[in-house]
């Protein structure tokens, strides 16, 4: 599954971590975050590959509240488009940014086959409930209506404003580091790979207790 990495600003995630967040979901990469500068929320992702870039991206972006997204395809295909994060209203066109991650399979949803479910669920719900009146991502009627709408297996961070952060199914995040996560899958699959460095001596330095490319 995918996983989503809420990051305080100030807050230095290990090379560790995002070497196991990009390893456990290759496909796609992608973040969010407020520049004051412009007054906006900056969304960016692609279906990056190499880590040193995305490391270096982690690196710059330190000083910032940022929610990074590592995507593991369960439908639509594997594309640019298709990385999280995703426009749901701009301040331009709308009057506010709001952007939105997703973990999980929310069922039901319906549009090109190219397009995953987060894609088709933008689409068909978000933007429609958001377009006229995008203050109501403030509410918490908006809150209920969209959790009961995606069940409990399913998580999605908003950004909008400012760079205010509305998180859905909160009781189901988890915490790692000082940071909110929807999972630990890349945690688990770091450890796998520790636990098992001397059969793949390639990947893993165990005197630098680091990995190599």
Known sequence: MCVIIQK???????????????????DGFGLMYYDPIKDQI????????????????????????????????????????QCHPFEVTNKRDHGMDIYFMHNGWIRGQSGKV??????????NVLYPLLKDNPEFVKTDAFKNIVETYIGQG??????YGKGEILRLNDASWLIHE??????????????????????KPQRWNAATKDWED
């Open 8 to 26: 305080p600003a100030g807050k230095i995630i290990s090379e560790r971590d995002i070497r196991g967040a990009a390893e456990a979901n290759q």
């Open 42 to 81: 900056v969304g960016e992702k692609g279906c990056m590959k190499n880590i040193k870039k995305i490391i270096a991206i982690f690196d710059r972006l330190t000083p910032k509240e940022v929610v990074y997204h590592f995507r593991v395809r369960t439908h639509g295909v594997v594309s640019d488009s």
């Open 114 to 123: 190219t397009e995953s479910d987060t894609c088709q669920f933008r689409n």
């Open 154 to 159: 399913n998580k999605l961070c908003f950004m």
């Open 178 to 199: 000082g940071m909110n996560v929807s999972n630990k899958n890349f945690v688990k699959f770091d450890f796998a790979y520790q636990q098992n460095y001397h059969k």
